[in-house]
C-alpha cells in the first residue's frame, strides 16, 4: 500500500550526493529501493557478477561495493530444527506427494481438455467438403502384398494402429483394396507409419489445379511485418474423407489387432 510520496531525499554515495524521489509503502527486508528512474538519472552500471555498482563521473568512474546480507538463510538443517524443537519452538510438519505415473499421459490429462470437455469429446464435425478419390474409367481394386517386417517393427506397428483405432482415424475393413505399409525412421529415432499409395495414385484422376508461384508469392509479402503459420498436428487426419471412397485407402499387414475379428483373409484398415 501507498502511503506518500517524498521528492530529493538526501543520499549519499561515496560523499556524493544523488538524491531520488521515494514513495513510502510498506516493505520488508529493505530500508530503500532504488529503481530504474534513480539509476539512468546518475548514469549507473550494475556489475552483478562483481556485486557492485559504477556511476560515470567527469573525473573518473565512482564505484560502490555492495555488501552481503547478514540476515541467515531461511531453509534450516534437519539437526537445527531438532534442537528448536528441543528448546519448545512452535513447529509444523507438511508432506509433499506427486502422484505416481501410471503408464503414459493421455488426452484427459492435459489441462485445456479437462477444462473444456465439450470440446474435445469426440471427433470434430465435418466443416467442408469431404475428401473425394477419382478414379480412371475402368479401374479395377488394386491390392498389394504386404512388405517384409521385423519383429520389433510388427509390435510397433500394432501400438500404433491401436492408437489410430482408439481416435477413430481409422476401422476394421474387408475391403478389396490394399496398400503395403512401412516404416520410416525419424531424427529422434522413433518410427513414422507410411502407406505406399502408388498404386492408388497411379489410377488416380490428377488434379491439374495450378500451384501458385513463387515468386508471385513473395511479391504478396511486400511492406508486411508480421508473419504466422500454423502446423496442424497430423495434418492428414484433419480432412474427412467422402464415405464412398473410405474404402479405397484400406491398407492391411499380416498382423491381428484386437478390435478385428479372426479371418483366413489378411485384415485391411481403412482410414476414416
Same mark, same amino acid.
Given at each position: 500500500?501507498?502511503? $506518500?510520496?517524498?521528492?530529493?531525499?538526501?543520499?549519499?554515495?561515496?560523499?556524493?550526493?544523488? =538524491?531520488?524521489? #521515494?514513495?513510502?509503502?510498506?516493505?520488508?527486508?529493505?530500508?530503500?529501493?532504488?529503481?530504474?528512474?534513480? %539509476?539512468?538519472?546518475?548514469?549507473?552500471?550494475?556489475?552483478?557478477?562483481?556485486?557492485?555498482?559504477?556511476?560515470? *563521473?567527469?573525473?573518473?568512474?565512482?564505484?560502490? !561495493? $555492495?555488501? *552481503?546480507?547478514?540476515?541467515?538463510?531461511?531453509?534450516?538443517?534437519?539437526?537445527?530444527?531438532?534442537?528448536?524443537?528441543?528448546?519448545?519452538?512452535?513447529? @509444523? #510438519?507438511?508432506?509433499?506427494? #506427486?502422484?505416481?505415473?501410471?503408464?503414459?499421459?493421455?488426452?484427459?490429462?492435459? *489441462?485445456?481438455?479437462?477444462?473444456? =470437455?465439450?470440446?474435445?469429446?469426440? %471427433?470434430?464435425?465435418?466443416?467442408?467438403?469431404?475428401?473425394?478419390?477419382?478414379?480412371?474409367?475402368?479401374?479395377?481394386?488394386?491390392?498389394?502384398?504386404? @512388405?517384409?517386417?521385423?519383429?520389433?517393427?510388427?509390435?510397433?506397428?500394432?501400438? !500404433?494402429?491401436?492408437? &489410430?483405432?482408439?481416435?477413430?482415424?481409422?476401422?476394421?475393413?474387408?475391403?478389396?483394396?490394399?496398400?503395403?505399409?512401412?516404416?520410416?525412421?525419424?531424427?529422434?529415432?522413433?518410427?513414422?507409419?507410411?502407406?505406399?499409395?502408388?498404386?492408388?495414385?497411379?489410377?488416380?484422376?490428377?488434379?491439374? @489445379?495450378?500451384?501458385? *508461384?513463387?515468386?508471385?508469392? #513473395?511479391?504478396? &509479402?511486400? $511492406?508486411?511485418?508480421?508473419?504466422?503459420?500454423?502446423? &496442424?498436428?497430423?495434418? @492428414?487426419? !484433419?480432412? =474427412?474423407?467422402?464415405?464412398?471412397?473410405?474404402?479405397?485407402?484400406?491398407?492391411?499387414?499380416?498382423?491381428?489387432?484386437?478390435?478385428?475379428?479372426?479371418?483366413?483373409?489378411? =485384415?485391411?484398415?481403412?482410414?476414416?
Amino acid at each position: 500500500m501507498i502511503h $506518500g510520496r517524498v521528492r530529493d531525499v538526501d543520499v549519499q554515495e561515496a560523499g556524493e550526493s544523488m =538524491p531520488p524521489d #521515494l514513495i513510502i509503502c510498506s516493505v520488508e527486508l529493505y530500508d530503500v529501493i532504488l529503481g530504474m528512474d534513480w %539509476l539512468g538519472k546518475f548514469r549507473a552500471h550494475l556489475d552483478c557478477h562483481r556485486g557492485r555498482v559504477e556511476f560515470d *563521473r567527469g573525473k573518473g568512474r565512482l564505484v560502490y !561495493q $555492495g555488501v *552481503r546480507p547478514t540476515s541467515g538463510s531461511l531453509v534450516i538443517s534437519v539437526m537445527q530444527a531438532e534442537r528448536m524443537i528441543e528448546i519448545s519452538c512452535e513447529a @509444523y #510438519l507438511a508432506t509433499i506427494s #506427486l502422484p505416481e505415473a501410471v503408464g503414459e499421459a493421455k488426452v484427459g490429462d492435459i *489441462r485445456v481438455v479437462r477444462e473444456l =470437455p465439450d470440446v474435445f469429446q469426440s %471427433l470434430p464435425p465435418s466443416r467442408s467438403d469431404p475428401f473425394t478419390i477419382e478414379l480412371e474409367p475402368g479401374t479395377t481394386p488394386i491390392s498389394r502384398a504386404p @512388405y517384409r517386417m521385423a519383429p520389433a517393427e510388427m509390435a510397433e506397428l500394432k501400438k !500404433q494402429l491401436e492408437e &489410430l483405432l482408439s481416435k477413430g482415424f481409422i476401422r476394421p475393413s474387408t475391403s478389396p483394396w490394399g496398400a503395403p505399409v512401412l516404416f520410416v525412421k525419424k531424427k529422434d529415432g522413433s518410427f513414422r507409419l507410411c502407406v505406399d499409395y502408388r498404386g492408388l495414385n497411379r489410377v488416380t484422376v490428377k488434379n491439374m @489445379y495450378p500451384l501458385p *508461384r513463387i515468386d508471385e508469392l #513473395l511479391d504478396q &509479402l511486400r $511492406g508486411a511485418t508480421w508473419f504466422s503459420k500454423i502446423d &496442424l498436428a497430423s495434418g @492428414y487426419h !484433419q480432412i =474427412p474423407i467422402d464415405e464412398v471412397d473410405i474404402r479405397k485407402t484400406a491398407f492391411g499387414q499380416a498382423l491381428m489387432v484386437r478390435t478385428f475379428s479372426r479371418s483366413t483373409e489378411t =485384415p485391411s484398415v481403412e482410414i476414416t
